[in-house]
């Protein structure tokens, strides 16, 4: 294949016969010549295309708008502009196609509110550009980061008849004809189906067999909520491991991290400046700061006593056996410990069954990792393995044992001590890109009322 | 975190001291100690342990049976028995949880369709801990081949309000209460919403803008057919490139197959010894050749004047302008070409929309690729980039110009010509692991009756 932009940008030498295809950003004319920037979305900047207004192909030159497709053929020369090392002096241009002047993306300063409703063009602009292509890097660093440790991929179903946690409003899936009067039982799977909220316990029977494993796939919420942070459909991580306890599990978590804001610096560094610069000024002061400070941990007990303390007038107010809000959250890792923070052993009563319980009786050993600006970005636990305390939390769960009688089976026979986490993909890249809105981290984002393209 | 199996299997020199945990496979008992075979799930093999008679943890051996899990310490030395290199010498063994006389997996040669009711247990067994481990392999190094290529990952929507191809039965996603008479407008989205059959349409959106992006995850099909070869939800990876003609569009589909079989030899050699023994005598084989033999390529006419010499009875009559049946695909790649084999230029009539109309004003710039034993596992084309003939072939399948507007604007802003294709996952799963029904290769399958787990 041809070399990309990318590649031709970073060229160790001139080169007298190269060609590139791309879409013009901008053009200039000059007497002399034209100057085309020519972008093919392998990188965040385009490359400089120099036509002599002496060339034949000149004579095109003038139908050339932005966003118009173009082949050029020439020769690789160091650039005497300042900014860039390279550019093509072209002896060919031909257009592929063309873009009028009702092309939506000439002028720059859309809000995202006009762009998401071109969200088939939009990642043509800089800022979604640079957002998906952070996307891409941040999905196979994960993919990455699980196999060099040993890792199974396994792809939970995303049609279920069951609910994780009897948590969350679900989407339900159906062949039948709405309105009509069809017993479940005639339904495709022959009873009730819903796209699933988590592949947790999928995965803890497949960690009980392969020993690690991790999900990474769409999971669904059917939330009637209209927030910067809820989206119906998103996609989510669940590492679980078997013969690992909770700070086993939460070392796991913060490198997890940690080895992603690094990608960031390391494969994201032209977005990133450019994120810095038109979206979130403190971005990478922020990344570095988390990069570069040792995790800290609270236990819940110990969070609640400083929010408690720290004389803030909270919104919701701060008891212990009550859930940590958002606000709560980010005092922690904002103001008192200034970055990175995993809370854990949380009550009880407030965290799903499957959770192990403590020695104490009225905690169970969760955690949550919380980012600065963020709040929770992690959720995991080690799971109760041991089938008396399983049952009862079941039982005072209200939960049938028939219906989880298979994952009851994993403590029935060779049960192990196990635990994992859950990281929501497009709150991480909230984080890393500094974009505030879930919408605009999402190549097509499904929310009430929205289903486009 | 401790050495797993696979880590000690593979140690360059004995250690005085190493950890395992793991689930007990086999126990052999004699006078002088017991013989515990020992899988942690990271790799095919287990490890054996040697529990003295004289320790005081001996005590503990009788109640150990097949799928107990177990923590041993002790010291890693060479293993005299053939077939090993090394075996552990326990200085200390500890349940962790047993498994008693009712462990469905004691005895070996359970059948398949008995695995599949008890599929949080099957991947423990040699069979399905081989193709799952292949299969995370096999995701991976499909990451792996297109971020190598400067491909971008897009996540398409699993929810959809449109269907790609107006081909294929949909399931339907909603919060309405089935059998209530609520108007579509009343529904999560304000419109009735489907399950993706295929990520292509958004997916060139993001290849006129990114140049080379690919899908990876699940679609859905809601037709009631029970075969070895179909699933209601199964996971497809759909490559797109602009600047990319059907020529360089078959090139990456062959190498894409060729790497993958690479992998199989590279990274499951255990995996593929096991299954070349146990479930396809021929898979090694079929593999080897299949990466030796240059892809070979006949045109759609072409390929019918072969089938139609070859004095075969088939069960459909070939016929010009009729679609290849299986049994057609497998006498190509199996007896004709004795290899894979990739078809081009089919009749347009029998083709999508949106496929690129020849010159020759009959066929469309279409190919698949065959292979043997499997029969067609990539299905692609160069995608019609002129406004002009792409409403007319629109007007023909009698599809709406405005549901498909952003689909046009590609063409009418900066139209480039693209091509891209789509290869089923479980299908290669078939035909690097020789399993032969697809309920055997995907964690938890759901098919017509079933969404158990």
Redo the contacts between chains.
Sequence with gaps: ??P?V?HLLASESPSPNVTV????RTRRDSKACSFLEVG???CFRGIQVVVDANLPCSSLVQQILT???V?VEGELVASPASGQKWEIQARELRV????DG??P?QKKGHTPEFLRT????R??TNLY?SV??V??RM??AI?RFF?E??F???????????DCEGAG?M??????K?????K?EED??????Y?TVSGQL?GE??A?????IYTF??T?R?E?SNTTRHA??F?MIEPEM??CDLE?DMSLAEENIRDLIRVMFEECADELDFLTKFVDKALTQRLRQTLDKPSERLSYTEAVEILKKSGRKFEYPVEWGEALQTEHERFLAEEHIKGPVTIFDYPRAIKPFYMRQNDDGRTVAAMDVLLPGIGEIIGGSQRE?RMDHLLAAMRLSGLSEDEYS??L?????????HAGYGMGFERLLMFVTGVHNIRDV???A?T??????
Tied chains: 1, 2.
Excluded at 96 to 99: E, I, K, M, R, T
Excluded at 118 to 121: D, E, Q
Excluded at 208 to 212: D, E, F, N, Q, V
Excluded at 409 to 417: I, K, W
């Design positions: 294949m041809r990309s990318s295809s791309g879409w013009v093919d979305g392998s966003g118009a497709a082949e592929l196609g063309l873009a009702t092309y993306l071109i969200g088939h063009l990642p043509r550009g998906f292509r996307r891409s999905s196979f993919h196999n440790r040993g199974f991929h396994v792809h939970t179903p995303i049609i279920t008849a069951s409003e989407f339900r899936v159906t062949t039948l709405q309105g009509a009067q069809s479940p495709f799977f022959g009873k009730p189906a796209l999928q029977a497949f009980c067999a392969m020993g690690k796939g769409p669904f059917a009637n119906a459909e996609w078997a013969f086993a393995e298979w994952y089976d994993l403590r029935r026979f060779g049960s192990v001590p999402i190549p097509f499904r009430p009322g929205h289903a486009d393209f």
